[in-house]
């Protein structure tokens, strides 16, 4: 029932930058539903899919260090949105992004389809 929807994935330099967002829909109403984060996982051919950045309730954030400093993961709670700022852009960076919805209280994960980025000259 839960919809992750990914945009703004693309081809860019190294060097660049791209602004990654995912709008969340369908999410159940009731307590259980009530808390959760919002996170980009990345995954790239013949690799385990890894954690990004997450942005909880409180607005904590934490990154994976090979990220720190270039990514900024924000939220937006009234429109059910998550951004992923990526500056500084290696090709190391390349991957499929995705997008994650973990519901704390119901033990759930919910997953967008991916966004293509492509970082190279």
């Known amino acids: 029932q839960v919809q992750l929807a990914e945009s703004g994935g693309g081809l860019v330099q190294p060097g660049g930058s791209l602004r990654l967002s995912c709008a969340a829909s369908g999410i159940p109403s009731g307590i259980i539903f009530s808390v959760y984060t919002m996170g980009w996982y990345r995954q790239t051919p013949g690799k385990q899919r890894e954690l990004v950045a997450n942005?909880?309730?409180?607005?904590?954030?934490n990154y994976t260090d090979a990220v720190k400093g270039r990514f900024t993961i924000s939220r937006d709670y009234a429109k059910k949105m998550v951004y992923l700022q990526m500056s500084s852009l290696k090709p190391e960076d390349t991957a499929v992004y995705y997008c994650n919805t973990k519901f704390t209280l119901a033990n759930r994960d919910y997953w967008g389809q991916g966004t293509q980025v492509t970082v190279s000259s």
């Open positions: 942005i909880g309730r409180s607005g904590r954030t």
